[in-house]
């Protein structure tokens, strides 16, 4: 896929969409990247309602899509099934929502999801249209908390919040073998020497320095060559989570420090493109 960037000087929301769509005959697909939530959500849902041409928000969709991926093979090393595991979800931002929807569109839904403020529940009157949303679509009632009350008992933790988010102390109150995904850069919510310390079974994050990195460009390239040679006209979470599955099922014999290809592997960006234009 020949692409190039094209960077905008406005952070206004109607700005960027007005911006877009006079460009759009140009290209065949749009890549949006680094637009910050909650505009990023509103951006990408006129954009996809309002051009003929696929548009993809990949800070939410390529990072959501990898961490699926590692979590469907963290879960099987792990013996527990989707429908078992209890995961946390902390931070609820453009990434944090996205992995929400497809963690849920998989069946994962025994789900809590904290902000900076602790649990999202019911009772708060502070909520989003989409932290409203993930509520309830989540198995799960949480009651009011913070980040630690959340995790005890839990399988799964995913971080894309902000650095020492997550403490040894409170991995030792989450369920044996804890899956650990600490994705906030450079600094993960847990350096992996202390996740595992305190008892982490495997643990990703978004470094290249250690295992398991939960990479964007392990979609981006190869779901847009999919979307174009398919004639396929626009994303979608059924998108997402079958380029999940495939990335997952392309590791041979996952390991603790292996759930995931590597981003220099030639051949996952056609794994993803023909994935995509078999749906």
């Not at 997550?166 to 989450?174: C, F």
């Amino acid at each position: 896929v020949d692409a190039f960037p094209i960077c905008l000087d406005t952070q206004d929301p109607e700005e960027i969409i007005r911006i877009v769509k006079m460009i759009a005959p140009t290209f065949g697909g749009i890549n949006l990247e680094d637009i910050a939530a909650p505009n990023c959500f509103m951006i990408e849902e006129r954009l996809r309602a309002e051009l003929s041409i696929p548009v993809m928000h990949d800070d939410q969709w390529g990072a959501a899509t990898v961490t699926l991926a590692g979590l469907i093979n963290a879960l099987a090393l792990r013996g527990l099934a989707k429908e078992d595991a209890r995961v946390v979800v902390n931070g609820v931002g453009a990434a944090g929502v996205a992995i929400g929807r497809l963690l849920l569109e998989y069946g994962i839904t025994n789900i809590i999801f904290c902000d900076s403020k602790g649990i999202i529940h019911a009772g708060r009157t502070d909520l989003t249209k989409e932290k409203k949303e993930l509520l309830g679509g989540s198995a799960l009632a949480p009651e009011e908390g913070l980040l630690a009350d959340a995790l005890v008992g839990t399988h799964v933790f995913i971080g894309v919040s902000k650095a020492g988010a997550l403490t040894s102390d409170m991995v030792g109150t989450m369920a044996e073998r804890p899956i650990i995904f600490g994705l906030a850069n450079p600094t993960p919510e847990i350096m992996p020497d202390v996740a595992r310390e305190a008892g982490a079974f495997i643990i990703a994050t978004g470094r290249s320095d250690f295992p398991n990195q939960i990479n964007n460009s392990l979609v981006f390239p190869g779901a847009f060559q999919g979307m174009l040679r398919g004639n396929i006209p626009q994303f979608s979470n059924t998108v997402f989570v079958s380029i999940a599955k495939a990335l997952a099922v392309s590791v041979e014999s996952p390991t603790p420090e292996k759930i995931l290809p590597s981003m220099f592997d030639k051949g996952v960006v056609e794994l993803v493109s023909k994935t995509v234009q078999g749906l």
